[in-house]
């Protein structure tokens, strides 16, 4: 190919139709209707989009139901799940154009140079997309489980990933944008110039990716198996905050296949399989560890709805509809209320005989949407019903 600027006109359109790279013996090219992996990946990014976006409107439509209002870990969560939903998996249709993980001789050298600047593109985006969900679940963890304006372990260590993460994701693209001199051999492969080593980054990057997964995934049950709850109670906090996991299996996989199928010749069969093919179902883990642990609060909602008359409470939070609190103070439930009598903390059972077998109306404070098991305990005011009007704490359990 260092012949190249030679070739006249002619020459260069044959060697651009060619094929990208001669076939092994035997085997003939197939420019028509050659193996690929478009129909996995047609398969991986529908249910990907659809899944995470369900899931994302069951986010936001509890956050609406709770707090008729967005916060800035909505917005970061959003931007990283459209950039994935709407800018990797364009990126992955466009690609199967050109028979996405088709082997390189069975695609033209044209295709290929589009086939690679796609993989370019589609890797600078899933980049930021990581970056933000990253952000996004970090904003969550720090949401549930530190106390408002405490300076605890998980508060610490929490800001330290946030920054931890900013740096290795702003640090994979500045590699994948200048990892070639000129830039545009990272898709024009024939053309003269040189590249550092992308494979070694891919595995680098890799390695840190994925303890970055498992420091996220361990930080909230670290806090969960710490609290001053019961055992039942752990283990049902545990699963909504494990969802991880996924992650980490997939980016496991991801460079274990990155790492075995290295070194190669059949670049596009490469990226396909060993790379993309793992990176579709990691981002979408990323965005339901953020969804899922808004199941609980939806559910209940859902079930609000359907019976509006019940009204239900637990150990861990006393579930009012916000249409029937009324605001006290701008302040949010760390703060100041004025003075209010101490009362004291109700069972289920006596909360169940006080509020909802009687004719009651509640005045509460309303709560911000974070973690029960981290806020101190809201004052109720009861009026109606049997008896003067009461006023008690809502018992609520959260650890120092």
């Known amino acids: 190919m260092d012949s190249l600027t030679r070739k006249t006109p002619g020459e260069m359109q044959a060697f651009l139709e060619g094929p990208s790279r001669e076939p ?18 047609i398969i991986l990014c529908t249910i990907g989009t659809v899944v995470t976006g369900l899931f994302m409107a069951m986010r936001f439509y509890t956050r609406y139901m709770l707090t008729r209002r967005l916060i800035l870990e909505d917005l970061v969560l959003f931007t990283g799940w459209a950039l994935f939903a709407f800018g990797i998996n364009t990126a992955l249709y466009q690609a199967m154009k050109y028979n996405l993980g088709a082997h390189m001789w069975d695609i033209p050298v044209q295709d290929l140079v589009e086939y690679l600047r796609l993989f370019h593109h589609g890797t600078l985006l899933f980049c930021v997309s990581m970056l933000l969900l990253r952000v996004a679940i970090i904003m969550q963890i720090i949401r549930h489980f530190v106390p408002q304006g405490a300076r605890d372990f998980t508060y610490w260590m929490a800001h330290t990933l946030i920054g931890l993460n900013t740096l290795f994701w702003l640090t994979v693209t500045m590699l ?48 969960i198996w710490n609290l001053a709850l019961s055992t039942k109670q752990k283990l049902e906090l545990t699963p909504l905050f494990l969802t991880g996991t996924l992650t ?27 790379i993309l093919l793992w990176t579709v179902p990691e981002v ?40 029937r609190s009324k605001r006290r103070t701008n302040r949010s439930w760390g703060g100041s209320h004025g003075k209010t009598s101490p009362g004291a903390i109700v069972s289920d059972l006596e909360y169940h005989e006080l509020v909802m077998c009687t004719e009651t109306t509640i005045d509460i404070v309303d709560r911000e949407d974070t973690g029960p098991w981290v806020q101190p305990p809201a004052t109720i005011h009861v009026t109606g019903g049997r008896g003067p009007t009461k006023t008690f704490s809502a018992p609520t359990v959260f650890t120092r």
């Open 176 to 223: 994948e944008i200048f990892s070639c001199r000129p830039r545009e051999k990272l898709w024009k492969f024939y053309a003269e110039g040189t590249c550092i080593d992308r494979h070694a980054y891919l595995i680098a990057g890799g390695v840190m990716n994925l303890g970055s997964e498992l420091l996220l995934m361990i930080l909230p049950q670290r806090v």
């Open 284 to 323: 979408a883990c990323s965005v339901l560890v953020s969804c899922l642990p808004s199941i609980p609060q939806f559910v209940r909602i859902i079930r609000k709805q359907a019976t509006s008359n019940r009204r239900d409470s637990t150990i861990l939070e006393p579930r009012l509809t916000p249409s």
């Open 24 to 41: 092994p013996p035997g085997i003939q090219s197939n420019f028509v209707d050659p193996d690929n992996l478009n129909t996995p990946f």
């Open 248 to 274: 980490c299996i997939c980016s496991s996989v991801r460079l274990y296949q990155t790492v075995i199928q290295w070194p190669t010749t059949d670049i596009s069969y490469y990226i396909a399989d060993a």
